[in-house]
């Protein structure tokens, strides 16, 4: 049975009668009980109704996932891998079962979870706990907590180089990158701070080219783009954007970047072959453009237009969009099942997961969350780009 097999028959757990998706249940005004919302995010609300080498580090960060917390009976994996959902305000993960679109626990970890990125060998899941200044560990097979980092100052944003050297965070409250060394040969200090660089308003999010030569960061309230040399761990350049630049996303080639406008309905093109950022082009996709996930033919991307309420399908080489999905409770983070035919998309104002249908471009189900679901992930994804 493939992947999306095991979600539709998960469906009748989720759907009401007929075979239509429960209805969507928006939040009471003014953010989620009990609840804060970073400025950005209320903004966009919508109204009411070296080279080392790799297989001594692969060791390595198994030896690190092994000397964690202590474990309560054997780890039991689950087939197929299990679905995490990040609940930003209730501070604790969603784990959710493919098979069943059940959720089956609750995994506490620090305050105000936002995004997640697996180790270069996908041994454990790091969950960035932005408010707790801390990372928790876990394992994405069985689900089990491993161990939790402290001393990691506002980790909202997180990313591995592709080389497995450097390790980058953004911190959205204090206005800085900070870029590690990844050393997980050392199991007391795995992350080692090399740099702490100063930025512009509210760094938000990354992408490290291929070569892992640069990281490109967006700065959220200061409506920059900014790339940062990972060799020298300098500012290389800052260009200005339009309002409001959330995710990143770079093409395979390196060459061009896409930028969503959450304060505005388009997509920015960039041109980042040689020198700074260079405009290509504006593309319109929804209001509250946000979020990215590729489809996994290294040319088409989805993103989320989180006030729109809509999910755009953009044509990379072409630079358009070629398909609208919907996207229902202020849509934001999205994982794509291996198969390609499932879309997993964090609704962030309604407290569910949602599971969009590719090819129908339908929603086929939602599972009930937490508390403005963020980040999500699954170790049976489609490729990232």
């Known amino acids: 049975m493939n992947t999306s097999e095991r979600f539709m028959r998960g469906r009748l757990a989720v759907e009401g009668k007929h075979g239509k998706p429960e209805s969507v249940e928006a939040e009471g005004a003014g953010g989620e009980p009990g609840g804060r919302l970073r400025r950005h995010e209320a903004l966009i609300r ?15 960060v198994a030896a690190l996932a092994g000397c964690c917390l202590p474990r309560v009976g054997p780890a039991t ?18 784990v959710i079962d493919p098979a069943t679109l059940h959720e089956t ?15 270069p060998d996908d041994r454990s899941l790091l969950v960035a706990n932005a408010v707790g200044d801390s990372i928790t560990f876990i394992d994405p097979r069985t689900a089990q907590v491993q161990r939790e980092l ?43 701070l090399a740099r702490r660089l100063p930025t512009g308003r509210t760094p938000s999010h990354q992408w490290i080219d291929s070569g892992s030569r640069t990281v490109y960061a967006s700065m959220q309230d200061s409506s920059e783009l900014v790339a940062i040399d990972l060799a020298t761990q300098t500012l290389r350049w800052r260009v200005a954007t339009g309002k409001l630049p959330a995710d990143v996303y770079l093409t395979a080639d390196d060459r061009t970047l896409f ?63 070629v ?5 229902p409770g202020g849509p934001d983070c999205m994982e794509l099942t291996a198969d390609g035919k499932t ?40 490729p990232r780009q």
């Open 46 to 60: 919508p109204p009411k109704p070296s080279r080392r080498d790799p297989s001594r580090r692969c060791a390595c």
């Open 77 to 94: 994996p689950l087939s197929p891998a299990p679905i995490f959902v990040l609940n930003s305000l209730d501070a604790d993960v969603s």
């Open 105 to 119: 626990r609750r995994i506490p970890v620090g305050k105000e979870p936002h995004h997640l990125y697996t180790t």
């Open 150 to 192: 402290t001393g990691i100052t506002d980790p909202y944003q997180l990313r591995f180089s592709p080389d497995m050297r450097w390790f980058v965070t953004l911190a959205n409250r204090l206005n800085h990158v900070d870029i590690y060394r990844w050393m997980p040969e050392d199991p007391d200090r795995p992350l080692q």
């Open 259 to 321: 930028v969503a406008l959450t304060g505005d309905r388009f997509v920015e093109a960039y041109d980042v072959s040689s020198g700074p950022a260079r405009l290509l082009q504006r593309i319109e996709t929804g209001e509250g453009a946000h979020a990215f996930r590729a489809l996994g033919d290294k040319r088409h991307v989805f993103v989320s237009n989180r006030a729109a309420d809509t999910i755009s399908l953009i044509d990379t080489a072409a630079r358009a969009v």
């Open 323 to 327: 398909a609208q999905l919907p996207g």
């Open 343 to 382: 879309l997993l998309v964090s609704s962030r104002w309604i407290r569910k997961l949602t599971l969009v249908d590719v090819a129908t471009r339908r929603v086929v189900g939602q599972v009930r969350v937490g508390t403005s679901p963020h980040g999500v992930f699954t170790l049976d994804h489609a």
